[in-house]
Nanobody
């Protein structure tokens, strides 16, 4: 059974750093590309970052490029989203997902339950 579980959300001030973790089960990291998405109140879920299943290729939304980094630790079956210099507009529920190499929500098969990130300005 595939399971994804996010950790590390919370409250931050603008300019702070946060690291989100996504614990995975089984062979997820070798079988799927891993993505991070976010959803702010009243908005659609949007792409943040994706890590190709080889672990060597990444892609980011323009809004986070240069500030966020996606990575993984195979030994811990965990994917990370390092968030630096966070802004108020980064406030959202963050989800990790496993699926295709895509920025589209529909390309992802498995989803975590989400973790709230709130940034005060």
């Amino acid at each position: 059974q595939v399971q994804l579980a996010e950790f590390g959300g919370g409250l931050a001030q603008a300019g702070d750093s946060l690291r989100l973790s996504c614990a995975t089960s089984g062979d997820i990291l070798s079988l799927y590309n891993m993505g991070w998405f976010r959803q702010a109140p009243g908005k659609e879920r949007e792409f943040v970052a994706v890590l190709e299943r080889s672990g060597s290729v990444t892609r980011y939304a323009d809004s986070v490029k240069g500030r966020f980094t996606i990575s993984r630790d195979n030994a811990k079956n965990t994917v990370y989203l390092q968030m630096n210099n966070v802004k108020a507009e980064d406030t959202a529920v963050y989800y990790c997902a496993a699926g295709g190499w895509s920025t589209e929500v529909d390309a992802y098969v498995y989803w975590g339950q989400g973790t709230q990130v709130t940034v005060s300005s």
